[in-house]
């Protein structure tokens, strides 16, 4: 799951412990309109194939020690998209639309919120499939929601040759929906005004 890059170390669930899926018409509407899209970026970006979620294992993050159930929860629509400029950086995002308000707030609080300290943490310094993790922080941002960020510098080998890799981690909560989106940019960090405003779209979109 591309979404886990930036907490390395860590896994989208396997299916035991996964929330429920019953898939609406109205649910995954709602998913897909919140997304992010290639005219929200700037020129030079590209749709990467393959970006949509259409599974209930894509709900939720683990890693060893860590593996809250979420199996008691509901989900209504799961959509994701991903962009790129190749060999340079990389944006992706899904939604998930729960049930309830009381299923997303329950997600939020025992996944989510938790992924930073639970399994981000315990890789700092370490090798891991994205990369040598060398310093991982919480980001406090304003941005009209419920929300859990952390940025993460790694150490990544690309043809034998070590490069400065930068991710951030956006975890949004509204209502019953909540949103993931995943800044990773290679050799130069993701521009902090584009992520912003890229956020901000994501939060307009949850609330209308």
């Not at 981690?169 to 929906?177: D, I, K, T």
């Not at 940019?185 to 609330?207: G, K, M, T, Y």
């Amino acid at each position: 799951m591309i979404l886990a890059v930036a907490g390395a170390g860590c896994g989208s669930s396997a299916v035991e412990g996964a929330p429920r899926l019953e898939r609406s018409d109205a649910g995954t509407t709602q998913a897909r309109a919140s997304l992010l899209r290639l005219e929200d970026l700037p020129q030079g970006w590209k749709k990467r194939a393959g970006g949509s979620g259409n599974s209930r294992d894509l709900v939720g993050f683990r890693c060893d020690g860590f593996k809250p159930d979420l199996s008691a929860l509901t989900v209504k629509g799961i959509e994701g998209g991903s962009f790129w400029v190749p060999g340079e950086r990389q944006l992706s995002n899904l939604t998930i639309v729960f049930g309830t308000e009381a299923d997303a707030t329950t997600a939020f609080n025992q996944d989510f919120a938790k992924l930073f300290d639970r399994c981000v943490l315990k890789v700092v310094g370490k090798k891991t499939s994205s990369g040598k993790i060398v310093h991982a922080r919480r980001l406090s941002l304003q941005l009209g929601a419920r929300n859990f960020a952390y940025t993460s510098t790694l150490e990544i080998d690309v043809s034998g040759k070590k490069h400065p890799g930068y991710a951030e981690n956006v975890f949004l909560q509204l209502g019953r929906s909540s949103s993931v989106v995943l800044f990773t940019s290679l050799d130069v960090p993701f521009e902090p005004a584009l992520e912003r405003r890229l956020l901000r779209l994501v939060v307009d979109r949850l609330r209308s």
